[in-house]
């Protein structure tokens, strides 16, 4: 049942640069319920919820608001996901960034409005801007500045001597520590924007990479195919929703505002994503106490006021109609026939 993940490379750098500011590790590990091992592979993967954990735990304990940027600026992508690899081993730039939009959610998963490309590219009178296509992005801000700081890092550790981005526009607020923005950046940033954007020189498009290795890109890549369809094999919105909605179905009111902030992504987008599998968030809701409720009342452990309690139901009288309704029968005829109630 999914939930938007990064993968362990970039949770484990985040720890191991908290590390280098003085954070003992372990108090890291303890914080954010992790332990060694769930970070030991880099291509394994890291609920987003934890990541962000990661960041704030590191922001607190370091003092640093800025530490996102800083980790960007003094880390490489290469040390921790195969990502880095392929976009270092790339011809040119231009090359560089089709393969970052095609293999970005092995680092990050986020959604993108139309089922388009996490970064466009948009050129005007001042230069060319990179944007940042994610919605909601004011959700959580530190993967914009994440972006940005990668883009401005990487490129200035391959060429010191050549400037990188001429100006950024974010559209979150500016933050306490809005100053450290252009110092670490070392250029112009805008907040409160209408998009979330870099602005480099047009020449740097044609950019030629003198690494580019097809050999060794080709490795990289199949690598990275891999991993992607692995994470796309189990990529259905209908079973995100369930392994989100599942730990509170107890509660009963459950809201498509409140999955969709969860899930990083506008309620917009999940009503569009779940109408491309054809399916309603009601309706998911709907056959999850369904399926739950089978469960609980096959295995004969709990009673049936007790199952109308966890699958969400404050009423007995409720979950007794919804179950005719399910299945054709009633809870308690279900429960002295389980093996006639499952193929109903």
């Known amino acids: 049942m999914k939930h938007p993940t990064v993968s362990a490379g970039i949770a484990r750098s985040m720890i191991d640069y908290a590390e280098t ?80 939009n095609r293999y970005a959610r092995l680092m990050v998963e986020v959604d993108v409005m139309e089922g388009g490309e996490r970064f466009t590219v948009q050129p005007d009178e001042s230069g060319v801007w990179i ?42 607020d500016a933050p306490a520590y809005a100053e450290a923005y252009e110092r670490i950046l070392r250029c112009p940033v805008t907040f409160g924007a209408t998009r979330n954007a870099l602005c480099i020189a047009p020449e740097w498009l044609t950019q030629e990479f003198d690494a ?34 599942l730990p509170n179905l107890h509660r009963g009111a459950l809201d498509a505002e409140t999955a969709a902030r969860d899930m990083g992504m506008s309620r917009q987008t999940l009503y569009r994503r779940l109408k491309d599998e054809d399916a309603t968030f009601a309706g998911v809701l709907d056959g999850l106490r369904f399926r739950m409720a089978r469960e609980y009342l096959a295995a004969r452990k709990v009673s049936v006021n007790e199952t109308a309690y966890l699958v969400g139901f404050s009423e007995a009288s409720s979950f007794v109609r919804a179950f005719k309704r399910w299945s054709g029968q009633t809870p308690s005829a279900f429960r002295a026939t389980p093996e006639r109630g499952d193929v109903a």
């Open 21 to 100: 500011r003085g954070i003992p590790r372990a108090r890291m590990f303890e914080a954010v319920g992790l332990v060694e091992a769930d970070l030991s592979d880099q291509d394994a993967r890291v609920a987003l919820a934890t990541y962000r954990e990661i960041i704030e735990v590191a922001k607190r304990g370091t003092g640093d608001g800025a530490f996102v940027l800083n980790h960007a600026i003094d880390t490489e992508l290469s040390d921790m996901s195969v990502v880095g690899l392929i976009v270092h081993s790339s011809a040119s730039m231009a090359d560089a960034m089709t393969e970052l």
């Open 131 to 172: 944007v940042d296509n994610r919605p909601d992005p004011n959700a959580f801000p530190e993967l914009s500045e994440a972006a940005f700081a990668r883009f401005e890092s990487e490129f200035r550790r391959e060429f010191p001597d050549r400037p990188f981005a001429r100006a950024i526009e974010v559209t979150h």
């Open 212 to 245: 580019y290795s097809g050999y060794v890109f080709g490795i990289f890549a199949d690598k990275a195919d891999a991993l992607l369809a692995e994470l796309e094999a189990s990529d259905s919105l209908i079973a995100r929703i369930e392994g989100w909605a």
